[in-house]
């Protein structure tokens, strides 16, 4: 038995590492290739700052760097929100981009750059609020409305045109309120600098790190609200805390990614069928695979159509579109309840 544990936890190890090494293998080629290609060797000099005031080093720097780790941060960010949100609720077809998360994270930023432009760097905290009240407001509905599978995706679906539609009136208002405007209705990295990419950083890494320190407790409660009930556990507020961080860690990546969508559905599924139901395993794989799904999209984004670029947001739709379809069939049109 024991030698049996042993080995499961050295298989996820491994599977853990290999999904490290992707997403450092795709963050790399993110910085190595495009119009001028930058040899790994040059990369690391650069990296370095031994290559300063030189071209590769203003187009690493300045171009690429803020875009690749934004690739990481964001996959790493929505994937383990979307494992926390589908635990949480009991439900695989949640996701930050289903259930309003996203479109909330989005309006607040719109609000906050048409109200206060001048306080850039605390977009991200906005984004969270405006994250957590999209959750919550969807919960709500469904809790009053029957708390069913297909009642929360339609709610999600609800709030989420009506945020969308209160985001096209903030900026038909003020149009410089999102710069950007149409990546950020469908997600891209493309202008990202480091000044916009690390006051989210500070919301998202703690969220991250503070969800993991939990993964006991979100056990405990997928199990159902009665069943922790039983062994001690405030059901109610364990479910509002984990909902608060999941809503951080998207609202922090919606901030300078815009409403990316399908990582935080996808990613948890496919972890969930190869890391397991724990959460523990479950948060790192997803978190690690989020990463690198985001950094291989993007880069496909660049190279798909060269010279011309799509925002990575359309060919995550591209994907996730007909697996939420199949999610959807599986679900046999959402007569299963929770």
């Known amino acids: 038995m024991r030698s049996w544990r042993t080995s499961c936890i050295r298989n996820k190890r491994r599977f853990f590492a290999v999904l490290a090494l992707l997403a450092v293998v795709f963050f790399l080629l993110n910085l190595c290739l495009g119009a001028v290609y930058v040899p790994p060797g040059e990369i690391i000099?650069?990296?370095?700052?031994?290559?300063?005031?030189?071209?590769?080093?203003?187009?690493?720097?300045?171009?690429?760097?803020?875009?690749?780790?934004?690739?990481?941060?964001?996959?790493?960010?929505l994937a383990a929100s979307g494992a926390v949100i589908q635990g949480v609720l009991h439900n695989p077809l949640a996701a930050p981009n289903i259930i309003g998360v996203n479109?909330?994270?989005?309006?607040a930023a719109a609000l906050w750059g048409a109200l206060l432009p001048e306080a850039a760097g605390?977009?991200?905290?906005?984004?969270f609020l405006g994250a957590l009240a999209g959750a919550f407001l969807v919960l709500f509905i469904a809790e009053r409305t029957g708390a069913s599978k297909m009642t929360l995706v339609l709610a999600g679906v609800a709030v989420s045109s009506m945020f969308s539609?209160?985001?096209?009136?903030?900026?038909?208002?003020?149009?410089?309120?999102?710069n950007g405007y149409s990546d950020f209705r469908v997600g891209g990295l493309a202008n990202l600098s480091m000044a916009r990419l690390l006051p989210a950083a500070w919301v998202i890494l703690p969220a991250l790190a503070v969800t993991l320190t939990l993964t006991g407790e979100l056990d405990i409660l997928t199990l159902g609200t009665e069943a922790a009930r039983s062994l001690g556990l405030p059901a109610k507020g364990l479910r509002l805390v984990l909902l608060a961080l999941a809503a951080a860690m998207a609202g922090?990546?919606?901030?300078?990614?815009?409403?990316?969508?399908f990582v935080g559905l996808i990613v948890p599924h496919i972890m969930r069928r190869l890391a397991g139901e724990e959460s523990?395993?479950?948060?790192?794989?997803?978190?690690?695979?989020?990463?690198?799904?985001?950094?291989?999209?993007?880069?496909?984004?660049?190279?798909?159509?060269?010279?011309?670029?799509?925002?990575?947001?359309?060919?995550?739709?591209l994907g996730g579109g007909p697996f939420f379809i199949w999610l959807l069939l599986?679900?046999?049109g959402g007569r299963t309840h929770d």
């Open 280 to 317: 523990l395993p479950l948060l790192v794989s997803s978190a690690l695979g989020g990463a690198a799904l985001l950094a291989a999209c993007d880069l496909l984004s660049r190279f798909l159509f060269a010279p011309y670029e799509l925002p990575v947001g359309i060919v995550l739709s």
């Open 252 to 261: 922090g990546a919606v901030s300078f990614c815009g409403l990316l969508g």
């Open 45 to 77: 000099q650069v990296l370095l700052g031994r290559m300063a005031d030189t071209p590769q080093a203003r187009i690493v720097l300045l171009a690429r760097l803020p875009r690749a780790c934004g690739c990481l941060l964001a996959g790493a960010a």
């Open 330 to 332: 599986r679900q046999r």
């Open 122 to 127: 605390l977009a991200p905290l906005a984004s």
């Open 103 to 107: 479109a909330g994270a989005g309006l």
């Open 165 to 178: 539609a209160a985001i096209d009136g903030v900026v038909t208002f003020v149009p410089d309120a999102l």
